[in-house]
């Protein structure tokens, strides 16, 4: 048997059997474990109540031997050579690439951070580590670029929340920021699909799934592999969005402590039904004749059945088209007001924002109209939709809406509600408020805080 020694008066064998299940030795000393660890100073001490531990012989000599199971062989040569004050390899910052292999130090990526806080978290030994936390924890920042995010919040990397609450024993500050990002990030982005469930809990599949951009393949023609980042599951599906290509890949939420993914999943339940209760009620309202659409003066919003009849038919076929027509379902709870299949509430703002009306567009025609101006008004009906894009800038300008024959864009018009809006149908103005609304709730969601301010 071969076996690393990282002292020359080793009296210990630890045994790794990795996540690859190949096999790695090392030669240590016990008072190093047992001085880092509470852990290891209950099975190691000579007075210890558990079994005697086995005896293995190396290079003839004999020695007590403990195991490691499941974990990347660097995380294990990281701690063990912090406990030996031989840390002339270890890196002070982690990558998410790997490092060639010409390296004068050991791989570090982010996978070896996980599996080495799992260790730090297993042994109760992470304060050993408070000369390296710092650096570790700041190179999850990523590189700055113009299309910049931390590597905290991309996809595969859902493990920092987990590796930030190990860490937070030393760098509270730094490792609270990253869990109330990690976590809002999921709150807004995460699928669940509420049809796996096999029980009354919807949260009984610990299933969860995220967007991600689509990369090509390693050795595709033409490929930027840049960094290497972490490994996530096969496609489920694939869809384009603003001219981009993304993959729906499960993504792995089991080291997440409950409390935080309890919070996660409670906040986007409660968050979806903020975003989806007016537009349902809007609906509901629509639906039921006998129950006529209200504004603040407890007048009907649109006394023109005809524009009414035109706009309850045109918002059905886009709930059918937008995925949501499980919203004309009467008495819906709050749960089954969820959209089916995997949605997160960006995909759900999405839809909203897609969502199209058609109403009529003559001044101060949405009371009861004559029979001889609903030509007049078929002609100048218009449909209501939002703009694709809108610049920043543009968001700010006032301009006066045109009677054309021309869509009006509603949720980009700051001047909606002015005299000049009149010809503008009160239903549309309503959902064109939905919209917004639902936009609003959605950038409102906070992530987990673990220590109120």
């Known amino acids: 048997m071969k076996a690393y020694s990282y002292t020359p008066i080793a009296d210990l064998l630890v045994d790794l059997t990795d996540t690859k299940q190949q096999q790695h ?26 079994a005697p531990l086995e005896t293995v012989s190396v290079d003839g000599h004999d020695y007590r031997r403990i195991t490691v199971e499941g974990v990347e062989p660097e995380s ?4 063990l050579g912090i406990l030996h004050y031989s840390t002339e390899n270890i890196p002070k910052k982690w990558k998410p690439d790997p490092v060639a292999t010409t390296s004068a130090f050991l791989k570090f990526n982010f996978s070896v951070l996980r599996d080495l806080a799992l260790l730090l978290d297993q042994y109760d030994c992470v304060a050993v580590t408070s000369y390296f936390a710092n650096g570790w924890i700041d190179s999850g920042k990523g590189e700055a670029g113009p299309l910049w995010e931390p590597d905290y919040v991309r996809v595969g990397f859902e493990e920092w929340i987990f590796i930030a609450s190990v860490f937070g024993r ?7 920021n990253i869990i109330q990002l990690v976590s809002r990030e999921l709150i807004r982005d995460i699928c669940v699909d509420t049809s796996e469930s096999t029980s009354g809990d919807i949260w009984d599949k610990s299933k969860y799934y995220r967007w991600k951009e689509t990369q090509l393949r390693l050795g595709d023609a033409g490929a930027d592999n840049g960094p290497q980042i972490v490994s996530v599951g096969e496609p489920i599906e694939t869809r384009e969005h603003e001219g981009k290509d993304f993959d729906l890949v499960e993504v792995n939420l089991e080291l997440v402590p409950q409390k935080v993914l309890d919070f996660i999943l409670e906040q986007r339940l409660s968050t979806s039904y903020q975003i989806l209760a007016p537009l349902y009620r809007f609906v509901q309202e629509l639906l039921d004749s006998w129950t006529p659409l209200l504004n603040n003066e407890n007048t009907k919003l649109c006394e023109n059945n005809e524009c009414s009849a035109i706009a309850l038919g045109t918002l059905v076929q886009s709930l059918n088209q937008q995925g949501l027509n499980h919203l004309l379902t009467k008495n819906l709870t709050k749960v089954e007001l969820l959209p089916p299949g995997r949605c997160s509430l960006q995909d759900l703002t ?3 924002q897609a969502l199209q009306m058609t109403t009529f567009k003559i001044r101060n025609i949405h009371r009861k109209m004559e029979s001889s101006d609903i030509e007049e008004s078929i002609k100048n009906a218009v449909a209501v939709k939002p703009r694709s ?11 006066p809406l045109s009677y054309t024959n021309r869509p009006i864009f ?15 149908c009160p239903l549309a103005l309503k959902l064109s408020k939905i919209k917004e609304n639902a936009q609003d709730i959605l950038n409102l969601v906070k992530g987990y805080k673990i220590h109120e301010d």
């Open 170 to 176: 030393l760098e509270r500050v730094a490792c609270d």
């Open 350 to 352: 999405r839809k909203i």
């Open 410 to 424: 509603l949720r980009a018009d700051r001047d909606i509600a002015s005299t000049q809006s009149t010809a503008v």
């Open 76 to 79: 294990l040569q990281i701690l």
């Open 389 to 399: 894009t809108i610049d920043s800038e543009i968001r700010l300008v006032r301009t």
């Open 25 to 50: 030795s090392f030669l240590v000393s016990s008072a190093a474990l047992r001085t880092a660890s509470p852990v290891w100073r209950k099975l190691l001490d000579p007075d210890s109540k558990f």
